[in-house]
């Protein structure tokens, strides 16, 4: 039995598309793929009206935003994300031709342009009806999944293309072999990196380790995550966004040391705090842990960025300023992996998971490397809960936005609970 089928019994199927207890959705013959993102700035005129639509609802002034611009500031006011999302769109469309998959890719953001709802009158206005997306966001949590579901249920409601327009997303994908092995490689290169620095600095045998760095969310958000009332699920850390990233950081390893005979100690740490000071976030913060790790005699730090897709504003300001330079200062030798980006296994991935879900050009199985996979096609009932209220969403098994399905049978109505004063959801696991 599947580890997403808690249960033997099959649920009577209600829905226009079939929605299995293990949360896979039929096959459907889309017509067009969305490509869904955070979006960034790319010029100095930008940052503001970005890191607006960013905070939007929490009555940040601009004074303050002005505070934390300064690592794009110093990037000229540009974010790499845009620029990695053209070639990534572009990486899929080749490989999709080279398959002789004819499914056109549109791009849409949630924080600037191309913005997600003028994409989508896009798609429609091509002609399009069935849409699959895939978003830049590997994990399961808030921002990283039902925080775009929500902003297609919201664009599609206050478009009128609710009804006219239908769309899926692809299952979570941190622990499929296209977004993993990419890390593989990237580790296996590294420790060894690092280890010939160690050599060369006449420390052959000093110690090393990897930190597995993703982005911090607040920990409530983190309790959430993936949970279901209505299918109750236990996770490593009580969290499946922390769960995950462990079970993939273990996989990780367990392959860097098959293939290579290499290994070291492991972690995983937390970057990008943001938010109320007195709002608890998941911890540690990575440069807390290097410190930590160096005054334990640690002396070469591997970084793997393993929460995020693309190596954007958070992972070159985050890691490759912040964290490399504690390193530097505290005298370790370090190396940080490269994230997927348009690795060909990372982009033939993507198109593995969009083919899981057409009914033609389909591939039945669906390959993970972690026992808690592979994820939902279809989120669970108030899963990643948003604690500021309900909005339209889509792709969930509790909601009909999009036109994707009738309500899951055994749904329940998810928490509409307010949030706490203070608290403030992450700018985006994806980020920019």
Request: aromatic share 6%; glycine share 10%.
């Amino acid at each position: 039995m599947s580890p997403l089928d808690p249960q033997e019994t099959a649920t009577a199927a209600t829905a226009v598309n079939e929605v299995t207890e293990a949360g896979r959705m039929a096959p459907k013959e889309y017509d067009a793929v969305l490509l869904a993102s955070f979006g960034g700035p790319e010029g100095q005129d930008d940052v503001i009206p970005f890191l607006r639509n960013v905070t939007r609802g929490r009555g940040i002034p601009d004074e303050r935003l002005e505070e934390v611009s300064h690592h794009y500031r110093a990037n000229g006011g540009i974010s790499p994300i845009n620029q990695q999302n053209r070639e990534l769109k572009a990486g899929i469309e080749a490989e999709l031709a080279a398959r002789a998959i004819d499914l056109p890719v549109f791009w849409g953001n949630r924080n600037w342009a191309p913005y997600i709802p003028q994409t989508l009158q896009e798609i429609h206005d091509a002609g399009h009806r069935k849409v699959l997306m895939v978003t830049t966001s590997a994990y399961s949590c808030y921002s990283s999944c039902r925080q775009y579901r929500e902003d297609i249920g919201i664009a599609l409601t206050e478009s009128g293309l609710d009804g006219k327009l239908e769309v899926d997303k692809v299952r979570q994908y941190f622990d499929h072999p296209g977004f993993v092995e990419p890390f593989i490689e990237g580790t296996a290169a590294g420790l060894a990196e690092v280890r010939a620095k160690l050599a060369a600095d006449g420390t052959p045998d000093a110690p090393v380790h990897i930190v597995f760095a993703t982005h911090s969310i607040p920990t409530r958000d983190a309790e959430a995550a993936g949970r279901s009332d209505a299918e109750p699920r236990h996770f490593e850390e009580d969290s499946a966004y922390v769960a995950q990233h462990l079970a993939t950081g273990t996989e990780v390893i367990r392959r860097v040391e098959a293939e290579s005979g290499d290994t070291a100690p492991w972690s995983l740490v937390y970057q990008s705090r943001s938010g109320a000071p007195q709002v608890p976030w998941l911890e540690p913060d990575i440069n807390d842990a290097i410190e930590e790790l160096a005054g334990k005699g640690v002396k070469g730090i591997v970084i793997v960025p393993l929460g995020f897709v693309s190596d954007h504003m958070e992972v070159v300001w985050d890691l490759d300023t912040e964290a490399l330079e504690t390193c530097a200062r505290l005298g370790l030798a370090a190396s940080r992996v490269p994230t997927p980006g348009t690795h060909r296994k990372f982009v033939g991935g993507i198109v593995d998971l969009i083919c899981e879900r057409t009914a033609a050009n389909n591939i039945a199985d669906r390959p993970h490397l972690t026992n808690l996979g592979p994820w939902y096609d279809v989120c669970r009932p108030g899963c990643c809960a948003n604690f500021r209220g309900e909005k339209p969403t889509i792709a969930g098994a509790d909601t009909t936005v999009g036109t994707g399905h009738d309500p899951y049978p055994a749904a329940s109505a998810a928490s509409g609970a307010s949030a706490p004063a203070g608290s403030s959801a992450p700018a985006g696991q994806d980020a920019s």
